[in-house]
């Protein structure tokens, strides 16, 4: 399109030895919703970052409007008209909903912030958004977070900008808020406004987009019109080999011993039963939605969260949930892979060594003293295992990418030897060849005789890598069935609880 | 009007109950309430609280934006000496006293520098200037007091005032316009609302378009400013410059921030709230010295009811939420 409104070409931009984007180009013409498909850890978001003015590219170049175009920081951006709505949301939860929408371009008068203009004009952007409900006074931390995200979203549309850019801007809505934003963004471009949109939800991206462009490792890969592409050549483009490859071939468990059993977990407000075994040498799969309880279920089993009721068998020994502490399951051979690598799954400024030994650091320890040399050669044979890119055990996670640190996260499993796996998310937000990897390793567990408990929200790797796969719906537990007695509708069906 | 719309009126007048407290429970205590609550111990009171009061204007921006300065003590023992200095060597008054308070915006300027430039956290950065500040004001003084003839500086912050129609002494009647003035600024105006910002989710503010190291390089040097006119009054009480003056003066100031609602993690908190907070402590610390008991008894009494106030706003906050 000769009148392209932005157009980027060979971005480039690495964060220490990762490379996040490595010759990323785009193009978008006034008026046009385009869609940045890809992988998580594609480049994506560190793309509209560069845009925004948060991070600098390191090479290529932009042009805006047909000038060249290179934000210092984000005030140049919203000056030249870009504005960016982040898939974290970033609103201030202490200020109210009209002092968010307008924060860094308050209405004014010689220097005192003009409450009353601000209060007005938020009125008339949340009506134009079709949500005149919300109170521009409103604090926004009380605000629930779906209207969090209209907050957001009404920001943009206040500072009237060129481009927008929205980073899965429909991951918290509900569905009449997602047609509002669709109708909302048609408004935008009718009016001449480039879009910018990602979102992980294809046939969502094909209702407003009409062209595309596939970022894979950092580079983009393809691009053009959306209607004539159909999802199967769009999803090879992503993954850059068919999906079936990336599942490692299994053999049925041949014990029949059951490791885990728990019955009638009950931990409120969100888990309302969940009973479940796992045999040895068995992948068990739990799927559900956003909000359905299945994190809220594992955390409970393992002592996280309290429980309220409900027994749990391991070796043998049968006792209550409730009351249970991580360290008591530790020892009963339990072992627990958080969704949240940076939040609680990893420390990330100690060594890989460090973060992999520290549930059983005892088995490189002698009378108390820690023998780092074992630590290190007990650490080196888990990360040749599991294909960690580290330099040297010694090496902050930290600096390590997000594919690489989670196999660091569920390499102490192992090093643990537990018997059994709690896995929640394994692969979330890592690229595609560390997801085969993390496959691989899980099976091999399996076939080593481990159980594991395997809980996520991206279907396709529990159909093809579990034995038995259970639903979780509003807190309820399915009964777990053979993988080849589901079909991705009828597990839908059992999650959204029609 | 209300800068926190919509917030259950027991957070805003919760530092006001306990202010009503303490003084409700000395008047009791001392068995003699119409001593305690006479006009006579309010001006005490008042002029005891002017340091602190300043210093809490000054660190209520700082905490609301999200940072924390430990050098105030020393800053105020350096501005004392600064203007015991000035007048001693014969210039105005007035001009000592201005320099003081110019000094004070200048550690607070060399403290955001160092935390915007240097990339070190408040804490760490003002621990530094902790020392650095106190360390100059003995070089300054040669390591005594400086005394100096008596001027009209002298009763800024005394407990009679001269008039007598000023009923309280100039420097309550200097903060009360001062505390007035900020929380104006705080609250109406776009720099105000923006140190909120800052203090809410920095990260946002960035993104948001908001000079993030510009503004609290603004915030550091303006609350500066009012720890050197801290320093004035500190050497108006005394009548000297003193450079070992003062020490944990910082925790007092921050102590009064906190009571009055101010988060440590920034985004809360508010100049009228501060100032409830500093009268809390002025009333406890002369109620204890009515009561004839010894200091250490303060100092337990004030370390307890610092815990308190935050942990009492904690679950609050908690009970809000859920």
């Known amino acids: 399109m000769s009148g392209a409104v932005l157009r980027l070409t060979g971005i480039a931009k690495r964060f220490g030895p990762t490379v996040a984007l490595d010759g990323a180009s785009l193009e978008v013409g006034p008026g046009e919703v385009h869609a940045l498909i890809g992988e998580n850890g594609a480049g994506k978001s560190t793309l509209l970052a560069c845009l925004a003015g948060l991070l600098k590219p390191e090479r290529g170049a932009m042009e805006l409007g047909g000038e060249s175009y290179a934000p210092a920081f984000p005030g140049d951006a919203r000056a030249r008209g870009i504005a960016l709505i982040h898939q974290e949301l970033s609103l201030f939860p202490h200020l109210t909903v009209a002092e968010n929408i307008f924060v860094?371009?308050?209405?004014?008068?010689?220097?005192?912030?003009?409450?009353?203009?601000?209060?007005?004009?938020?009125?008339?952007?949340?009506?134009?958004?079709?949500?005149?409900?919300?109170?521009?006074?409103?604090?926004?931390?009380?605000?629930?977070?779906?209207?969090?995200?209209?907050?957001?979203?009404?920001?943009?549309?206040?500072?009237?900008?060129?481009?927008?850019?929205?980073?899965?801007?429909?991951?918290?809505?509900?569905?009449?808020?997602?047609?509002?934003?669709?109708?909302?963004?048609?408004?935008?471009?009718?009016?001449?406004?480039?879009?910018?949109?990602?979102?992980?939800?294809?046939?969502?991206?094909?209702?407003?987009?009409?062209t595309y462009t596939v970022l894979r490792d950092g580079r983009t890969v393809g691009g053009g019109p959306l209607a004539t592409t159909t999802n199967d050549e769009l999803i090879a483009q992503m993954v850059g080999r068919t999906v079936d490859a990336l599942f490692p071939a299994r053999e049925p468990a041949a014990s029949t011993e059951t490791l885990l059993e728990v019955r009638g977990l009950l931990a409120p407000p969100v888990v309302k039963g969940a009973s479940f075994e796992i045999r040895r040498g068995e992948i068990l799969g739990v799927f559900g939605l956003m909000g359905s309880g299945r994190t809220e279920t594992v955390r409970a089993l393992f002592g996280l969260d309290p429980a309220e009721s409900g027994t749990v068998r391991v070796r043998g020994r049968e006792g209550p949930v409730r009351g249970g502490t991580p360290a008591q399951r530790l020892g009963q051979g339990l072992g627990y892979l958080s969704e949240d690598r940076k939040g609680e799954g990893l420390a990330l400024p100690l060594s890989v060594a460090d973060n992999m030994t520290l549930t059983r650091l005892s088995a490189c320890a002698r009378a108390g003293l820690l023998d780092r040399a074992r630590q290190r050669e007990r650490t080196q044979t888990w990360v040749s295992a599991l294909g960690v890119k580290a330099r040297t055990p010694d090496q902050p996670v930290r600096t390590l990418s997000g594919g690489n640190q989670q196999k660091v996260a569920l390499g102490r499993l192992f090093h643990q030897d537990a018997d059994v796996l709690l896995l929640d998310e394994p692969t979330r937000g890592i690229d595609i060849g560390s997801k085969a990897q993390i496959y691989e390793a899980v099976a091999a567990a399996a076939a080593r005789g481990k159980g594991v408990l395997m809980v996520s929200s991206y279907l396709p790797e529990l159909l093809g890598l579990c034995d038995r796969l259970a639903v979780m719906s509003r807190g309820r537990l399915s009964p777990a069935r053979p993988v080849s007695e589901w079909s991705p509708s009828s597990v839908m069906e059992a999650a959204i609880g029609a | 009007m209300s800068e926190v719309p919509r917030r259950s009126w027991l957070l805003a007048v919760g530092p006001f109950i306990g202010l009503a407290l303490v003084i409700a429970l000395f008047a009791v205590m001392s068995g003699a309430p119409e001593r305690?609550?006479?006009?006579?111990?309010?001006?005490?009171?008042?002029?005891?609280?002017?340091?602190?009061?300043?210093?809490?204007?000054?660190?209520?921006?700082?905490?609301?934006?999200?940072?924390?300065?430990?050098?105030?003590?020393?800053?105020?023992?350096?501005?004392?000496?600064?203007?015991?200095?000035?007048?001693?060597?014969?210039?105005?008054?007035?001009?000592?006293?201005?320099?003081?308070?110019?000094?004070?915006?200048?550690?607070?300027?060399?403290?955001?520098?160092?935390?915007?430039?240097?990339?070190?956290?408040?804490?760490?950065?003002?621990?530094?200037?902790?020392?650095?500040?106190?360390?100059?004001?003995?070089?300054?003084?040669?390591?005594?007091?400086?005394?100096?003839?008596?001027?009209?500086?002298?009763?800024?912050?005394?407990?009679?005032?001269?008039?007598?129609?000023?009923?309280?002494?100039?420097?309550?009647?200097?903060?009360?316009?001062?505390?007035?003035?900020?929380?104006v600024v705080l609250r109406n105006t776009v720099f105000g609302r923006r140190v909120f910002a800052l203090g809410s989710n920095e990260a946002a503010a960035r993104a948001c378009g908001i000079a993030t190291d510009r503004l609290k390089l603004v915030i550091y040097s303006l609350a500066g400013l009012f720890f050197g006119l801290a320093g004035v009054m500190q050497m108006s009480r005394l009548r000297q410059g003193d450079p070992t003056v003062a020490i944990g003066t910082e925790l007092d100031v921050i102590a009064s921030v906190v009571i009055g609602g101010g988060s440590l993690s920034g985004g809360e908190g508010g100049i009228l709230g501060s100032m409830i907070g500093a009268l809390t402590m002025a009333f406890l610390r002369n109620g204890s010295q009515q009561m004839g008991w010894p200091n250490y008894v303060q100092e337990i009494l004030i370390g307890v009811i610092i815990v308190m106030a935050v942990a009492l706003d904690r679950f609050r906050h908690a009970r809000q939420e859920a």
Request: hydrophobic fraction near 55%.
């Open chain 2, 36 to 183: 305690y609550l006479s006009a006579n111990n309010l001006r005490v009171v008042l002029a005891q609280t002017v340091i602190v009061a300043l210093g809490a204007i000054g660190m209520t921006l700082i905490i609301v934006g999200g940072g924390i300065d430990l050098s105030v003590g020393s800053t105020i023992a350096l501005t004392s000496v600064i203007a015991a200095l000035g007048i001693r060597s014969g210039g105005a008054p007035a001009m000592a006293c201005l320099w003081a308070v110019l000094t004070g915006g200048l550690v607070g300027l060399l403290n955001a520098l160092a935390i915007t430039r240097l990339k070190v956290v408040p804490f760490i950065a003002t621990l530094g200037m902790l020392g650095v500040a106190r360390g100059v004001a003995k070089w300054l003084a040669d390591q005594q007091t400086v005394n100096m003839a008596p001027t009209w500086v002298n009763d800024l912050a005394v407990t009679f005032p001269n008039p007598e129609w000023l009923i309280f002494a100039p420097g309550v009647w200097i903060s009360v316009v001062l505390a007035l003035l900020m929380a």
């Open chain 1, 104 to 210: 860094g371009a308050e209405p004014s008068r010689r220097g005192l912030f003009d409450r009353a203009a601000a209060r007005r004009k938020t009125r008339e952007v949340l009506a134009e958004f079709g949500h005149p409900e919300i109170d521009p006074d409103e604090r926004v931390s009380h605000l629930p977070l779906p209207a969090r995200q209209v907050v957001e979203i009404c920001r943009a549309i206040a500072a009237r900008a060129r481009v927008v850019l929205m980073d899965e801007p429909t991951s918290s809505l509900q569905r009449p808020d997602v047609e509002r934003l669709f109708a909302v963004i048609r408004r935008l471009a009718g009016s001449g406004v480039a879009v910018i949109y990602i979102s992980h939800f294809l046939e969502e991206t094909r209702e407003i987009a009409q």
